[in-house]
């Protein structure tokens, strides 16, 4: 790279000093190392002209009326678009606690009165190539999080596109409707978003849980890969036994997505997806499976998708039946609001009917 260049663009260096034979000399120094000299007169005009050169270096005088260099140079490391800019302090003192308190505000270097040309264009020389250096690092960080962060979008994706397709074969072994998926994921995210008007849930249930319990939603059922298609499609009452395996799904699909959880980093979609595994047949009174907790100790988003795919599951074709349409289907939930389902949540969804699929 040819001297004076920085990324194709010659460097600014801001000059700061309140007396005019200081600044005229820097000036003649820098421009005859081929940079831009840029010439203020005190603190309070280098600080209003900073945002429009965005200078590569700033030489300060420390001993200026008003504001010193100092409080300067605090004020410019204070802001986060100018913290990176290197500070080359220039002053007639040069006592240790003069050039450590330089330090210890910020700067970068301390050059005495008078100037030695061969000493000022080596400093400026150091530090406009540590600069450039420290902003190349800066980039190639920033190109690296990005894609450190792309890739892990995709293992993410890769990841739902998996327990999606383990959910499908379970789906197909329950002999679902093959739009429950979909239909599930809507009615759920339609729902979430519903109470979020609601002064109960509006501070619980924020734009992201909206969006991930639509993701999270169709996994309820994953267990259902481990339970025997026989008792899955049963059209008889389940015996005591088969029932009893059948409550396994629950404890099966959180085992799932704990093993998954294990590879890669979550941004909360599987700690919401193992919740509605787990606690989605937990009943508001107490009465459900596996843990029997009750009321708002179930998990929010369990507590959603329990009323959902209730709906869900009625509004469809089972083996046994066919399917109900909103109205019968909501006669029927009505008799366990209190007792499987939440209120309030029940409230909502019946307000709401019109816009569920």
């Not at 301390?110 to 020389?125: D, G, L, N, Q, S």
């Not at 397709?165 to 809507?186: C, F, G, Q, T």
């Not at 699909?253 to 700690?271: C, E, H, P, T, Y």
């Not at 193992?274 to 369990?302: C, F, R």
Request: hydrophobic content about 40%; aromatic content about 6%.
């Amino acid at each position: 790279m040819a001297e004076g260049k920085q990324d194709n663009k010659i460097a600014r260096i801001l000059i700061v000093d309140d007396v005019d034979t200081n600044r005229f000399i820097l000036r003649d120094i820098i421009a005859g190392m081929g940079y831009i000299p840029v010439l203020t007169e005190n603190g309070a005009q280098a600080l209003k002209m900073l945002p429009h050169i965005k200078p590569q270096l700033i030489i300060l005088d420390i001993a200026m009326p008003g504001m010193d260099g100092y409080e300067v140079c605090e004020k410019i490391k204070a802001n986060p678009d100018t913290e990176d800019i290197p500070i080359i302090f220039i002053s007639a003192y040069d006592e240790p606690e003069d050039v450590v308190k330089g330090f210890s505000v910020g700067g970068s270097d301390y050059i005495t009165k008078p100037f030695i040309p061969e000493v000022v264009r080596a400093r400026v020389t150091m530090h406009l190539k540590l600069y450039e250096t420290n902003v190349s690092m800066q980039e190639m960080n920033r190109r690296l999080q990005v894609s450190v962060e792309e890739q892990r979008r995709q293992m993410e994706k890769e990841r739902q596109s998996v327990l999606y397709a383990l959910i499908r074969v379970a789906r197909v072994n329950a002999s679902y409707d093959e739009m429950h998926m979909e239909r599930l994921k809507y009615n759920c995210r339609t729902l979430a978003e519903a109470m979020q008007l609601s002064v109960t849930y509006e501070h619980k249930i924020s734009d992201k849980f909206v969006d991930i319990i639509e993701l999270a939603a169709p996994l309820c059922d994953l267990g259902n890969l481990a339970i025997p298609t026989g008792i899955l499609q049963k059209t008889d009452r389940l015996t005591e036994e088969e029932y009893a395996v059948m409550r396994t799904h629950t404890t099966i699909g959180a085992q799932i997505l704990k093993d998954v959880s294990q590879v890669g980093r979550d941004n909360g979609f599987i700690n919401m997806a193992m919740e509605i595994v787990h606690y989605h047949h937990e009943n508001w009174d107490g009465t459900g499976y596996p843990e029997q907790i009750k009321g708002d100790e179930i998990p929010l988003s369990a507590q959603i998708v329990s009323v959902a795919s209730a709906y869900c599951a009625l509004t469809e074709a089972r083996t046994y039946r066919e399917a109900f349409n909103k109205e019968k289907a909501l006669e029927i939930m009505e008799q366990d609001v209190g007792t499987k389902y939440n209120p309030e949540i029940f409230t909502i969804l019946r307000k709401i009917v019109r816009q569920l699929r």
